[in-house]
T-cell receptor, first 111, second 113 residues
Framework: GENVEQHPSTLSVQEGDSAVIKCTYS??????FPWYKQELGKRPQLIID?????GEKKDQRIAVTLNKTAKHFSLHITETQPEDSAVYFC??????????FGGGTRLMVKP | KAGVTQTPRYLIKTRGQQVTLSCSPI?????VSWYQQTPGQGLQFLFE???????NKGNFPGRFSGRQFSNSRSEMNVSTLELGDSALYLC????????????FGEGSRLTVL
């Protein structure tokens, strides 16, 4: 089955800096790659996703890039703010299958 | 539109007991999936139900089971509880099977003593 690895497990940045979280996946048939944000004590929520026919997608301060050849994708957050502090999960799936999540990255944005 | 609702939110059980957790998906959503969240293992997929049929299953022992009713509501059951079953159990729904956004509930936090 699919295996998703996520790095780093913790990331601390100063407010205003950029943050990058990287994930690799094992199944070359995977074609859907979402990112979820989970604030402390709350439910995971989708923040951005990308499909395998697209190399990059942006939404305001967040962007995701996908390299199908290398089987890795990354989340980029620019101009980080304290409210960006949360656990971020990457995931991968192929049609008909459920999401396989990475282990999560705890992002701490220091004011 | 109401979100995904899970009950109970918190529960404490002892080893050997069984537990049933309930999930009501967003209205119109027919796919319901369950995930176990633990600090060390992240989000682990348990199973997915669509149209009252289990469509996908994760790598969990047979003590973990579930079902879906005709109104798309779902329950999961864990029998013969072990200490390692202590976790946050998250339910998620989406309109159809296949790729797409999962809408998570707040979760049911199970503590096994």
């Amino acid at each position: 089955g699919e295996n998703v690895e996520q790095h780093p497990s913790t990331l601390s940045v100063q407010e205003g800096d950029s943050a990058v979280i990287k994930c690799t996946y094992s199944d070359s048939a995977s074609n859907y790659f979402p990112w979820y944000k989970q604030e402390l004590g709350k439910r995971p929520q989708l923040i951005i996703d990308i499909r395998s026919n697209v190399g990059e997608k942006k939404d305001q301060r967040i962007a995701v890039t996908l390299n199908k050849t290398a089987k890795h994708f990354s989340l980029h957050i620019t101009e980080t703010q304290p409210e960006d502090s949360a656990v971020y999960f990457c995931a991968a799936s192929k049609a008909g299958n459920m999401l396989t999540f990475g282990g999560g990255t705890r992002l701490m944005v220091k004011p | 539109k109401a979100g995904v609702t899970q009950t109970p939110r918190y529960l404490i059980k002892t080893r050997g007991q069984q537990v049933t957790l309930s999930c009501s998906p967003i209205s119109g959503h027919r796919s319901v999936s369950w995930y176990q969240q633990t600090p060390g293992q992240g989000l682990q997929f348990l199973f997915e139900y669509f149209s009252e049929t289990q469509r996908n299953k994760g790598n969990f022992p047979g003590r973990f089971s579930g079902r879906q009713f005709s109104n798309s509501r779902s329950e999961m059951n864990v029998s013969t509880l072990e200490l390692g079953d202590s976790a946050l159990y998250l339910c998620a729904s989406r309109p159809q099977q296949g790729n797409g956004e999962l809408f998570f509930g707040e979760g049911s936090r199970l503590t096994v003593l």
